[in-house]
């Protein structure tokens, strides 16, 4: 039995900037801010942008929101402890943290990162499809949301997917991002809807 | 993926519902659909690990790392606790993010116009590992009340933004701590988004004179609880009996 009770969620509010991405407030204090770039040269893994806009009930961008992005290595690993797949190989180079705010004109959220590989699924169940973890807050937003972001180009492995099969069909494209080639590489567009027609599919987790 | 791992399943009644009319910002960003219900895989068991030697050594000092040739203007406070799970443990080497407005209820932020003059020697964010205790401590001033467009003659009550990790993502929470006695809390749109009134007493640090310094600052203590981990009694302490 627990004895103790969790600490009650509130908004992040329209200021998250200044504890989290203080850059995006407007101004510099700590040597070593998170952000939205989880390579470093020698990172192992195909690189790539993931962009997307977060979208409130009426379509309007929301552009004071704060994404944060936890994902395995290219070959489907966790830097924790908990992660226990002796078979594939860590990256020291690759923590798989990231936070972006939404741009305040456009609304745009970006990562710089790799594709990871596939990861482990629970014990008796097939492994899940490359996919990153995605888990927002705003104003507005009074407990995290969290959801997944998969890969269109990972067609065979998202069909065997033990967390897509329980999504009903109609909303499964909510959790598939959409791949560009572009000239400065391959680009994953994934708009989060947070209300509404095509809503995104958020998981209590 | 050891059973140990799993988190005890989130008390919802304990948090704000998506949907808070009384706050309005809520209406157009609240999920209609339910949240889909997922066993734990390693991708929620896990979370990022963070190291001291990232974090400057004044980070968790508000008074000290924005000064500019001088010291904030307020009430200078320690802000103090310990941050554990369901089951009492301490949380150690997680980190702790805060944020708030200066002592006039103004935020360093680009967005942010209220007429309230901003703090030429404040920033308004620290950050912290707890030590292996899960105790963390910082020092900084009080935040000021402040207005905001809910309703027009709207007021947030002083608070301070708190954001924790915890050891795997399913333990991410971001909070907001409220100080003892402040006459805005019960009216708060905000505050008044969590249903259970003890949940928001929760939130509410207590004056903590023991851990006050003496003709220097005031002190205020917070605990924080996060999700539990499952206790698997069959694994852990039948097998051994």
Known sequence: ?205 | MALDDEFLQRDLSQHPPALTPGYRSSVLRAPRAPLLSLDATLSEVTGPVFRADELGPLDHDLIRNYAHGGEPIGERIIVHGRVMDENGRGVPHTLLEVWQANAGGRYRHVNDRYLAPVDPNFGGCGRCLTDETGAYVFRTVKPGAYPFRNQINSWRPAHIHFSLFGSGLAQRLITQMYFEGDPLIRNDAIAGTIPDASAVDRLVARLDMNAAVPLDCLAYRFDIVLRGRRQTLFENKLQGA
Do not use: C
């Open chain 1, 1 to 205: 039995m627990s004895s103790f009770r969790e600490t009650p969620s509130q908004t992040a509010g329209p200021y998250v900037h200044i504890g989290l991405i203080p850059r995006q407030a407007g101004f510099a204090i700590y040597e070593r801010e998170l952000g939205n770039v989880l390579v470093s040269p020698t990172t192992r893994g195909e690189r790539i942008r993931i962009e997307g806009r977060v979208l409130d009930g009426i379509g309007a961008p929301a552009r004071d929101a704060l994404v944060e992005l936890w994902q395995a290595n290219a070959d489907g690993r966790y830097a924790h402890p908990a992660d226990k797949q002796e078979s594939k190989a860590q990256d020291l180079q690759f923590r798989g943290f990231g936070r972006a705010g939404t741009h305040f004109e456009t609304g745009l959220f970006v990562f710089e990162t790799i594709k990871p590989g596939p990861v482990a699924g629970r014990a008796g169940q097939p492994p899940m499809a490359p996919h990153v973890n995605l888990w927002l807050v705003a104003r507005g937003i009074n407990l995290g949301l969290a959801t997944r972001m998969y890969f269109a180009d990972e067609e065979a492995a998202n069909a065997r997917d033990p967390v897509l099969a329980l999504v009903e069909p109609m909303r499964r494209p909510t959790l598939i991002a959409r791949r560009e080639d572009r000239a400065e590489g391959p680009a994953y567009v994934f708009d989060i809807r947070l209300q509404g027609e095509a809503e995104t599919v958020f998981f209590d987790v």
